[in-house]
């Protein structure tokens, strides 16, 4: 027997142990439909921001990626290029005192 559970500007469809997530997308707002595990589904319900990342990993398979390790991966590249460091002096707000004076010398020998 078919189950729906109604979220913000989402439903969830529940058959026989298995669980689509749908909502209205487009120019027509014709919906869409995915499947998800019931995990999925009861993280979907804890708060808007988790049915924000429901749907986007839904549609791509990918979770979003959060700020920490948005700034994580601008800091690992820019020690992989520590020239990035004299070329855009703001890459210097994302590293400590102590890290600026290893890859300061370093960007230097590089350009």
């Keep these: ?7 913000d500007g989402f439903a969830i469809i529940e058959n ?3 669980y689509q997530i749908s909502w209205p997308q487009g120019p027509y707002n014709e919906p869409v439909f995915y499947p ?3 995990e999925v589904m009861e993280k979907a319900f804890n708060s808007d921001q988790d049915a924000y990342e429901v749907k986007v990993y839904a549609e791509t398979g990918q979770w979003p990626s959060n700020e920490n390790e ?3 991966s601008k800091r690992a590249f820019v020690r992989n290029f520590p020239e990035l460091l004299l070329q855009i002096p703001d890459n210097q707000k994302l590293f400590t005192e102590e890290e600026l004076k ?3 010398p370093i960007a230097k ?3």
């Design 16 to 18: 026989e142990g298995t």
């Design 36 to 38: 998800i595990t019931k």
């Design 109 to 111: 020998k590089t350009l």
């Design 102 to 104: 290893v890859l300061l």
């Design 70 to 72: 948005e700034l994580e």
């Design 1 to 7: 027997m078919e189950k729906i559970h109604r979220g």
